[in-house]
T-cell receptor
């Protein structure tokens, strides 16, 4: 079964408008983290935002915010005031794993299939 | 700046060859990952490692093996390359996660990718 589901293969948005990219996840681990990455056409992977399973508030980073609904297991990315440079592939990812020692833990980081966002002028 | 370096940007190999993809990180990260990226399939985890000589299978380990003899280096090995292993391969690394309840997080940093073509 898919651990991370991104149901929108492609999205279009007008410049300066807000857009929401969907992400749902599946885990039985009480301690997990959710990430969003951006991959422009150049191919690099750029970290955008993080939400921990114990975080009480939704994460925000500049124009990026995460709409975290724990009971629904969703972690949608909201981009406000879209810019042409936001056109890229966006990936949702989940970290899950056990804490094994005082130095930290190993964990598995799995990604969704991605959403290709196109910002129109 | 964190740096994750993959040894080759582009690679062309013949069917049946043994292929080594190398990844080196310079930030003393405990966790390292190998993914392959294919259109419409996103990033799929092949193997990951959380310590020297430690490895765990990801979602698609078949046809691959890995080696982590030193903390900074994580190698992906295609024992006998096949055409269905033609893909973009991405390496990533990350510090160990904070314990539950501790502040902070550790994002993964990625290499530039290796586009492997098996002919």
């Amino acid at each position: 079964a898919q651990k991370i589901t991104q149901t929108q293969p492609g999205m279009f948005v007008q410049e300066k408008e807000a857009v929401t990219l969907d992400c749902t996840y599946d885990t039985s681990d009480p301690s997990y983290g959710l990430f969003w990455y951006k991959q422009p056409s150049s191919g690099e992977m750029i970290f955008l935002i993080y939400q921990g399973s114990y975080d009480q508030q939704n994460a925000t980073e500049g124009r990026y915010s995460l709409n975290f609904q724990k009971a629904r297991k969703s972690a949608n990315l909201v981009i406000s005031a879209s810019q042409l440079g936001d056109s890229a592939m966006y990936f949702c990812a989940m970290r899950e794993g056990a804490h094994r020692n005082s130095g930290g833990s190993n964990y598995k980081l799995t990604f969704g299939k991605g959403t290709l966002l196109t910002v129109n002028p | 700046d964190v740096k994750v370096t993959q040894s080759s940007r582009y690679l062309v190999k013949r069917t049946g060859e043994k292929v080594f993809l190398e990844c080196v990180q310079d930030m003393d990260h405990e966790n390292m990952f190998w993914y392959r990226q294919d259109p419409g399939l996103g990033l799929r985890l092949i193997y990951f490692s959380y310590d020297v000589k430690m490895k765990e299978k990801g979602d698609i380990p078949e046809g691959y093996s890995v080696s982590r003899e030193k903390k900074e280096r994580f190698s992906l090995i295609l024992e006998s390359a096949s055409t269905n292993q033609t893909s973009m391969y991405l390496c990533a690394s990350s510090k160990a996660t904070p314990k539950p309840g501790a502040a902070g997080y550790t994002e993964a940093f990625f290499g530039q990718g290796t586009r492997l073509t098996v002919v």
